[in-house]
Structure formats: structure tokens, C-alpha cells
């Protein structure tokens, strides 16, 4: 029989073998933690005021459209972000795929020609999945020189007379990296829709008030059902945040596109770099 069990990644691993429950817990429930720091005190503030007050809100089926509309937007937006989020989890695994393909062919240059400089190409190779997990850590653009430093070694297999069809493949490579790469940028930089952004925040404010505001006998089941509508909106609404920068390497988190290929990568340039 198969088994339904994930195999772990190795940022998974170290977190949930280490020691500390924190890291554990937020690893896994960050979202749903940082968005228990609003609810429960929208809860203790419904159950204060339905105890001690008359809220001003009747319950009807006016309200009840208006909070089922707006996890229909919540849920809208957070689909259009997906497709995105779907781009990125491909992105690592493409430029891996790159850097093998570069990896390979540059063994095939050492053995086919003299001459041919095979540990500093892969060195060379190396700095590129090195230059993307600091780009991602830092928000800087190094990776677009190191992919540069690659062109001196493919000249130099022009020159020790290395099939050009092998030449113009890795030069078709470095391309599609730098494409790959500008593409990070620009998801890590921008926002999908602001506007739509803002307009959902405006819209779970709106809702969380009415709720305070609506009568809703008796107390614990206004505090309960309070608790539970605002926690699916805030849920989603910091979910969309999150997912909006699928790439978050400084966070402790099971949410962000794993780069856990392009760190193999490395590994594999440095073997063949030393060898």
C-alpha cells in the first residue's frame, strides 16, 4: 500500500526536530497564530459588550449575505494570486534543471577538448543557485552578474573548438535563467492588485464592526460566532499577504515556494568544483 506521508524538506527537518516549540508551532500554524492575535480580542470585546450592553444591529439575512459575500471576494482575490504562487513553485525547479544542464555539458567540454578549465566553470555555475538564495534573502540583484561570469567559459569553449550547438544551448540556458530570475523579481516587488487589496481590508473591517455591533443572543454564542467569522477572514486576508511573496527565506514558515533544489544544485557545482 502507499503511503500518504510527505517526504520532508530539509528546512522541514531541521525545524521540527529541533527543540523549540516555537519554531515547531510557527512553522506549521503561523498564519492561523497571527491571526488569532486579532480575534481573540474582537472575541473578548463582543462577549463585554453583549454581556453588558444592547448591541444597536438586529441579526438578518442582510447581514448574514454580506459576510458570505465577502469571503466570496476574500476567496476571489486569493485565486487570482494562485496562479502566481503556482508560477513560482515551478521557478526553482526550472533553474535547477539549468544548472544540471550546464553541470553536464560542462563535463562533456573537459572531456572532449584540452584545455578546458572545468573547476572554475563549475565554480562559475555554482555562484548562480548561491547568487539567487541571496537575492532572495537580501532583495538584492546579484544573480544577474553571476550568470554574466558564466559567458568568459562558454567563450572559452568556442575557442577550444567545443560543437557549437553544445555553445548555443548553454548560452540559451543563462538566458532563461536571468528570465526566470527577472520573473522572482517582480512577484517579490509587486502586489497583485492594491487596489483589490485594500478594498478587501476595508471590507473585513466593515464586517468585524457590524459584528460588534449586531445583537446576537445570548452572549457566549455572539462571542463564539464572532470568533468564528472574523478568524475565516483574517485568515484568509493575511493568507493572500502571505502567498502575494511566495518567497520568504528569512521567515520560518511552511508556506513559502521551497528552494530546496536550487540548494542541491549548489552542492552538486561545489562537488564537481573541488573534484
Do not use: C
Request: charge should be negative; aromatic fraction near 8%; avoid cysteine.
Amino acid at each position: 500500500m502507499g503511503s500518504n506521508t510527505r517526504k520532508l524538506s530539509s528546512e522541514e527537518h531541521r525545524v521540527l526536530v529541533s527543540g523549540r516549540l516555537e519554531e515547531k508551532v510557527l512553522f506549521r500554524w503561523h498564519i492561523a497564530v497571527d491571526a488569532l492575535k486579532w480575534v481573540v480580542p474582537l472575541m473578548v470585546a463582543k462577549g463585554l459588550l453583549s454581556y453588558f450592553s444592547e448591541p444597536t444591529v438586529e441579526l438578518n439575512a442582510l447581514l448574514t449575505s454580506i459576510i458570505a459575500g465577502s469571503i466570496f471576494v476574500l476567496g476571489f482575490i486569493l485565486a487570482g494570486i494562485l496562479a502566481d504562487y503556482k508560477e513560482a513553485e515551478r521557478i526553482p525547479a526550472e533553474v535547477a534543471s539549468s544548472i544540471e544542464s550546464l553541470l553536464e555539458d560542462g563535463k562533456y567540454a573537459a572531456a572532449t577538448v584540452e584545455g578546458f578549465d572545468l573547476q572554475a566553470y563549475a565554480q562559475a555555475v555554482g555562484d548562480i543557485p548561491r547568487a539567487m538564495v541571496e537575492d532572495l534573502r537580501s532583495g538584492g540583484r546579484t544573480l544577474l552578474d553571476a550568470a554574466s561570469a558564466v559567458s568568459p567559459h562558454l567563450i572559452a569553449m568556442e575557442r577550444l573548438g567545443v560543437p557549437a550547438n553544445h555553445v548555443v544551448r548553454l548560452k540559451g540556458e543563462i538566458a532563461a535563467i536571468r528570465t526566470r530570475m527577472l520573473r522572482i523579481y517582480h512577484m517579490q516587488r509587486t502586489s497583485f492588485l492594491p487596489s483589490a487589496y485594500l478594498f478587501v481590508q476595508t471590507l473585513v473591517v466593515m464586517v468585524t464592526f457590524l459584528l460588534l455591533a449586531t445583537e446576537i443572543d445570548p452572549w457566549y454564542a455572539a462571542t463564539i460566532q464572532t470568533g468564528v467569522v472574523t478568524f475565516v477572514l483574517i485568515y484568509l486576508l493575511k493568507l493572500i499577504r502571505h502567498l502575494d511573496t511566495p518567497f520568504r527565506v528569512n521567515e520560518i514558515t511552511d508556506d513559502d515556494v521551497s528552494i530546496f533544489l536550487l540548494r542541491e544544485a549548489e552542492e552538486r557545482a561545489d562537488e564537481l568544483a573541488v573534484n
